[in-house]
Structures are given as C-alpha cells and as structure tokens.
C-alpha cells in the first residue's frame, strides 16, 4: 500500500484567492485529480494523508472521497494539527470541513490546542508517513516550501503543481 501526501496553498496564495467559480480554479481542480488518479492507476496509491488546510488541502481531500465511488479500496486520513484547526473559519469553511471529516476513513488530531509549531509537526508527521507528495506550489516560501523541503530531505517522491501555469514537474 502506498500512502500519498498532499501539501499546498491556502486560497489566499492561489491566484484566485477564495473564488472557486474562477476557471482558474476549476482547472487546478482538474489537474489535481489528473494527478491522483495517476498516483491509483499507475502508482498503485491506496492511502490519502490531508492536512484539512483550506485551499489545497481540502480540494484534494474532496477529490478523492469523490474518486472512492470508483476506487472502493483507497482510503482518506484526515491529518489536523489540533483539534481547534477550523475554530476561526467561517461557517461555510467550517461546515465544508466538517463534512469532509465525516467522510474520512479515519481522522487522526495531533494535539488539542492550536501552537505556533503545530502546522510544521503535521506537515512533518505526514512526510514520515507517506511514500510521495502531490504539491501545489508557486515556489514561494512558507509552509509548503518548508514541507517540500522536508519531504526531499526524506526523499519522497515529489509532484508539483503550479497553481498558476499548471505546469507539473517531478523532484
């Protein structure tokens, strides 16, 4: 069973920000899942690790409980860094999120309360965990490049995604 990791942008590093009408959008979702059906099809990929961040966290979480209808066997883990995670998003973010948590195969919450470390420790639990990484990203710093980094240090297979050109390249 391989296990694969998604990281990427929150929306307001997306170029569409939170428009999820924009056929920028729509064209990074199709992406997305061109990529994770390959992880399935070609890759024999069975497992998801999400870290439920808004953006592209959530988008390829939502893609593959959609891609379970076909796929029975591949499962969705949940990865929150607290269990406070959505507690300052707005209702709609809140109640996507909860949605897609009641989904999940299983839902694993690294600690109760947010800290300042506490997104590193879940991106850096679910590099140990996982055989590859799907990425959207622009080649910014944060915490995506910092899970990158991490991920290459392991030497994990690595798909980006270019949120803007949608050029995908390997590392």
Known sequence: M?????????????PFGYNERDSRCKK??????KLILNKIQ???????LSGM???T?????EIVL????KFRDITLTAVLPCRTQAAKWNKEATARYELILAKCDKVIILQDEYTPS????RNLYMVEHSDCVIAVWSGTEGGT???????????????????????ISCR
């Open 53 to 55: 961040a808004l953006g």
């Open 42 to 48: 070609e890759e024999n990929t069975t497992a998801f």
């Open 118 to 121: 506490c997104m590193n420790m």
């Open 2 to 14: 391989a296990v694969c990791m998604f990281t990427g942008h929150r929306p307001k590093r997306l």
């Open 145 to 167: 490049a910092n899970t990158i980094r991490c991920a290459t240090e392991r030497h994990l297979p690595i798909t980006v995604l270019d949120p803007t050109t949608l050029r």
């Open 57 to 61: 966290d959530m988008f390829a979480a």
């Open 66 to 69: 959609g891609l379970k209808r």
């Open 28 to 33: 990074l979702k199709k992406a997305l899942k």
